[in-house]
């Protein structure tokens, strides 16, 4: 079959013209006001919005982005070995008005972000919730094999926001855990050397995640490494890194190990994107439903499965 009449797990067919080659979905979730939908925007517009209103029950944004696989170089439609992708990001509203119904959105999920905000130590402790409430309720596209922390079968990000007001938390809690990330990456042996891992303590010096935008020197590369992983893990699991022989400590519903999870720096990148729209739809995808043991499966994670 010629590679653009491929069809493989929901792959869009190509066609001249630059239609994209695949998709991938990222739910943003977290309390109401810690900062997603700024968040979104930043990523979407390189620049930050000023007054972002409160999200109607879910907003999706796409992202436009190039990716390169071996498995392309002789047959994409550049014939750099590259072809885009979208990335839709997923803006969940955090208000509790939307709890009972918000499940909908949560379908055929690639990957999570979960945002909280480092003024309001509640937002970071309810990560948990959202949690369990995805792994429960959600349905998962190429989903790990033996769950993921609390259960979440796929690739997370944490991202701590308004470091602005709270830089004081700040300090007191998230340089051990950048070390912890770093130190996961590092031992993947995923990048010849620290220096390429812009695993930096949140933004330079206090600024927010707005500041860094308005002043546009944040960094962006990690969320892009995330993008990248989800996309290898859906259309080219073929190219996974080899799987790691050590695994995450086993403390899968622990506050810590999110915290291991924490990557926040950023850096612009070209604004490619575009689309920001309301989203009111509902799909039936058929839900994920393995069975697990929860706690051994879930403490026996491989980092390489939820690292970049
Ligand atoms: N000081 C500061 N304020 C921020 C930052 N990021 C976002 N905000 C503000 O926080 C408020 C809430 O931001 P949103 O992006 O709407 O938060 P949200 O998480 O999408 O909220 P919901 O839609 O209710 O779920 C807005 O007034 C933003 O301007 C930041 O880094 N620093």
Same mark, same amino acid.
């Given at each position: 079959?010629?590679? !653009?009449?491929?069809?493989?797990?929901?792959?869009?067919?190509?066609?001249?013209?630059?239609?994209?080659?695949?998709?991938?979905?990222?739910?943003?979730? *977290?309390?109401?006001?810690?900062?997603?939908?700024?968040?979104?925007?930043?990523?979407?517009?390189?620049?930050?919005?000023?007054?972002?209103?409160?999200?109607?029950?879910?907003?999706?944004?796409? +992202?436009?982005?190039?990716? *390169?696989?071996?498995?392309?170089?002789? %047959?994409?439609?550049?014939? &750099?070995?590259? %072809?885009?992708?979208?990335?839709?990001?997923? &803006?969940?509203?955090?208000?509790?008005?939307?709890?009972?119904?918000?499940?909908?959105?949560?379908?055929?999920?690639? #990957?999570? /972000?979960?945002?909280?905000?480092?003024?309001?130590?509640?937002?970071?402790? =309810?990560?948990?919730?959202?949690?369990?409430?995805?792994?429960?309720? #959600?349905?998962?596209?190429?989903?790990?094999?033996? *769950?993921?922390?609390? #259960?979440?079968?796929?690739?997370?990000? /944490?991202?701590? %926001?308004?470091?602005?007001?709270? =830089?004081?938390?700040?300090?007191?809690?998230?340089?051990?855990?950048?070390?912890?990330?770093?130190?996961?990456?590092?031992?993947?042996?995923?990048? $010849?050397?620290?220096?390429?891992?812009?695993?930096?303590?949140?933004? $330079? #010096?206090?600024?927010?995640?707005?500041?860094?935008?308005?002043?546009?020197?944040?960094? +962006?590369?990690?969320?892009?490494?995330?993008?990248?992983?989800? /996309?290898?893990?859906?259309?080219?699991?073929?190219?996974? $890194?080899?799987?790691?022989? !050590?695994?995450?400590?086993?403390?899968?519903?622990?506050?810590?190990?999110?915290?291991?999870?924490?990557?926040?720096?950023?850096?612009?990148?070209?604004?490619?994107?575009?689309?920001?729209?309301?989203?009111?739809?509902?799909?039936?995808?058929?839900?994920?439903?393995?069975?697990?043991?929860?706690?051994? &499966?879930?403490?026996?994670?491989?980092?390489?499965?939820?690292?970049?």
């Amino acid at each position: 079959m010629p590679w !653009w009449g491929r069809e493989r797990d929901g792959i869009e067919q190509i066609q001249s013209g630059g239609a994209p080659f695949g998709q991938i979905r990222i739910l943003v979730v *977290g309390d109401s006001g810690v900062g997603k939908t700024s968040l979104v925007h930043l990523i979407l517009k390189g620049c930050s919005i000023a007054h972002p209103r409160p999200t109607v029950g879910c907003a999706v944004g796409v +992202k436009h982005i190039s990716y *390169g696989s071996a498995s392309m170089s002789s %047959n994409n439609l550049k014939g &750099d070995g590259e %072809n885009d992708f979208f990335v839709e990001l997923w &803006d969940i509203s955090g208000h509790d008005r939307y709890k009972d119904f918000r499940h909908l959105f949560y379908t055929q999920i690639n #990957g999570v /972000i979960f945002v909280h905000d480092l003024s309001q130590r509640r937002t970071k402790a =309810s990560l948990q919730n959202w949690v369990a409430e995805i792994a429960s309720t #959600g349905t998962f596209s190429v989903p790990l094999g033996s *769950g993921g922390p609390g #259960g979440l079968p796929v690739p997370y990000l /944490i991202i701590a %926001n308004k470091t602005d007001v709270s =830089s004081n938390q700040r300090h007191a809690s998230s340089g051990n855990l950048v070390d912890v990330a770093r130190m996961w990456v590092e031992k993947q042996g995923l990048l $010849p050397s620290s220096e390429e891992l812009p695993l930096i303590d949140s933004f $330079p #010096g206090s600024s927010s995640l707005l500041a860094a935008a308005k002043e546009a020197r944040y960094d +962006k590369e990690a969320v892009m490494k995330f993008f990248k992983q989800l /996309i290898r893990r859906r259309y080219f699991p073929d190219e996974q $890194p080899a799987p790691s022989p !050590w695994h995450v400590p086993p403390v899968p519903n622990s506050e810590e190990h999110l915290d291991s999870q924490f990557f926040s720096s950023f850096r612009v990148d070209k604004p490619v994107l575009h689309s920001q729209r309301t989203y009111a739809h509902s799909y039936s995808f058929q839900r994920f439903s393995e069975t697990r043991s929860s706690e051994s &499966d879930s403490s026996k994670l491989e980092i390489a499965e939820i690292n970049y």
